[in-house]
């Protein structure tokens, strides 16, 4: 089974400033897609990027970009120039490309809430 | 286009009572997910239904928990006799068709409390 591991719980950012979120999952499959979602307090989940594994080049959605390391398994989401609507929980996820699978599940991580000081 | 519609918004039940959580995907989805949110957790997998079947429950409880999405009308999530551990928050996802890299559009959850 798939897992993922979002290793900090919550992180913190001055605005305009750059953050990382680190996200690992684990996983005997080679193609599979990568998620990044955002929780505001709305509860409301927002898609926030996509990674399909086959792909060398790193996703980039204006301020949102990942760093996606297939061998080592990390997928981390880059968000720079952070402004005050960036503040919310993120959530990593992880789901198959293997057709006949689970490939409708998505496997989220617990979360980081990023808090973003003005 | 509306997105993926869920109500009610909150909803408080007493232990033994039931909760019935609405979902209408969007507009041209015949894909229904559900996912279960307890606090600081990330969203579980619960059931994935397609219209008028159930295509996958191995994420739902086996006792009180049952869900549908008939021809006509919302999808449907019904938690018969809740207790305290039920209360979390409920989303419903969907999508227009399964797989590929198209993502799930998720609607705003509701949260159910049982007191």
């Known amino acids: 089974a798939q897992t993922v591991t979002q290793s900090q719980p919550e992180m913190s950012v001055q605005e305009a400033e750059t953050v990382t979120l680190s996200c690992t999952y684990d996983t005997s499959e080679s193609d599979y897609y990568l998620f990044w979602y955002k929780q505001p307090p709305s509860r409301q989940m927002i898609l926030v990027i996509r990674?399909?594994?086959?792909?060398?080049q790193n996703a980039t959605e204006n301020r949102f970009s990942v760093n996606f390391q297939k061998a080592a398994k990390s997928f981390s989401l880059k968000i720079s120039d952070s402004q005050l609507g960036d503040a919310a929980m993120y959530f990593c996820a992880y789901r198959s490309a293997i057709s006949g699978g689970s490939n409708y599940k998505l496997t989220f991580g617990k979360g980081t809430l990023l808090t973003v000081n003005p | 286009n509306a997105g993926v519609m869920q109500n009610p918004r909150h909803l408080v039940r007493r232990r033994g009572q039931e909760a019935r959580l609405r979902c209408s995907p969007m507009?041209?989805?015949?894909?229904v997910y559900w996912y279960r949110q307890l606090p600081e957790e990330g969203l579980k997998f619960m059931v994935y239904l397609q219209k008028e079947n159930i295509i996958d429950e191995s994420g739902m409880p086996k006792e009180r928990f049952s869900a549908e999405f008939p021809k006509e009308g919302p999808s449907i999530l019904r938690i018969q006799q809740v207790v305290r551990g039920d209360s979390a928050a409920y989303f419903c996802a969907s999508s227009p068709q399964v797989g590929g890299n198209s993502p799930l559009h998720f609607g705003n959850g509701t949260r159910l409390t049982v007191t």
């Open positions: 507009k041209g989805h015949s894909h």
């Open positions: 990674q399909e594994a086959y792909k060398q």
